[in-house]
């Protein structure tokens, strides 16, 4: 690092993403993308789009932002179009979180909230999450202005039904993000419950179900007045005018989206199925990948390096809780046929 780097932030800060491969032939299971390239619509309407980048683009993000109105079923102004989730999620700690104050979250969840954290000046609240997955109730009465639900959980893929996260979120106090970027995969939204939470933002992804992890774009649900705070504080113009009318494009074409995530549950279900046969513990789901550990003794940081010589990719995370543990995005059907021939070879090589 340089020095002038803000000491506050030390040498080690910054978010790892998962690792990019440059080359061909890779199987990428490490980021929990697509198996399925997005809609042919896509292209095209970049395509026309690109010919008026001389302008800026809708700052609120038209014509996006009034037909995810009509596809949830809310006003165009409780709709937030932002440069991905991630920037729902910034845009959050700039709008709600004094410097100093805390910030709760589950853990394990996504490792970028210590980091938008430290970033802020916030104080990270982690709250562990129970055995099944299920939300303490000391993350609700923790006093904070902000604090965020992942649900479908990453990296668990653990999932509240929404009647019972409200219940769990009784009495919070202050804003409370429910991130649902993988919840096209699950069977309920919590958008429906914002009826009664006029504190509650829903947070959602075209990244994952729709396969547009490329362009960047996500979005949030919430009340008008919630909504505007947000954009008082986002970027000039958040998202490009190709991003737009690709997602725009995507959430048109509801046939390719629904076979997008038929994929995804239907490989779902043959990856978990296959590996607990083969003696793995892996949790219940109902995100784009699975939390797996293989049968002693293997070690999951071996089979990961093990993949790593078959040029296939999976996340092996370091931390306490899942340290054994492999998260595999879920491919379609080659390749789920492909990794689970390596893990068996890898399995007939241990033994």
Not at 2 to 20: D, H, I, K, N, T
Not at 170 to 192: K, L, M, Q
Request: net charge negative; hydrophobic share 40%.
């Amino acid at each position: 690092m340089s020095r002038y780097r803000r000491a506050s932030l030390g040498p080690g800060f910054g978010y790892s993403p998962g690792e990019q491969p440059q080359t061909e032939g890779w199987l990428k299971l490490n980021t929990n993308e697509s198996p399925l390239p997005p809609s042919t619509r896509v292209a095209d309407a970049v395509r026309d789009a690109a010919a008026d980048l001389r302008l800026y683009p809708s700052p609120t993000g038209e014509p996006l932002r009034s037909a995810l109105a009509r596809h949830h079923g809310v006003d165009a102004e409780q709709i937030f179009v932002a440069n991905g989730g991630d920037q729902v999620l910034d845009c959050c700690y700039r709008a709600f979180a004094e410097p100093g104050s805390a910030v709760v979250h589950a853990v394990p969840s996504y490792s970028l909230f210590p980091v938008l954290s430290q970033l802020f000046g916030v104080r990270d609240v982690g709250v562990r999450l129970e055995d099944d997955g299920s939300l303490p109730p000391s993350f609700a009465t923790e006093p904070a202005p902000l604090r965020f639900v992942v649900n479908p959980n990453s990296p668990t893929g653990s999932w509240i039904a929404p009647a019972n996260l409200e219940l769990q979120l009784e009495g919070a106090g202050g804003v409370v993000v429910i991130d649902e970027a993988y919840c096209d995969f699950a069977p309920e939204s919590c958008i429906p419950l914002l009826q009664r939470h006029d504190g509650w933002i829903v947070l959602r992804t075209f990244s994952k179900g729709y396969a547009l992890a490329g362009l960047r774009v996500g979005y949030a649900v919430a009340a008008g007045d919630v909504v505007r705070d947000l954009l008082a504080v986002k970027d000039s113009y958040p998202v490009d005018r190709c991003a737009i009318a690709g997602a725009l494009a995507a959430l048109e074409d509801d046939a390719h989206y629904r076979l997008i995530v038929n994929t995804v549950i239907t490989q779902r279900t043959r990856l978990t199925e296959s590996l607990r046969a083969m003696g793995w513990e892996v949790a219940p789901s109902r995100a784009n990948f699975i939390l797996a550990s293989p049968p002693q003794p293997q070690s999951a940081a071996a089979i990961a390096a093990a993949l790593r010589e078959e040029r296939i990719v999976v996340r092996h995370f370091t931390q306490r809780d899942i340290a054994n543990r492999l998260r595999i995005s879920v491919g379609d059907a080659s390749a789920t046929e492909r990794l689970l021939a390596a893990i068996q070879r890898q399995a007939v090589t241990a033994g």
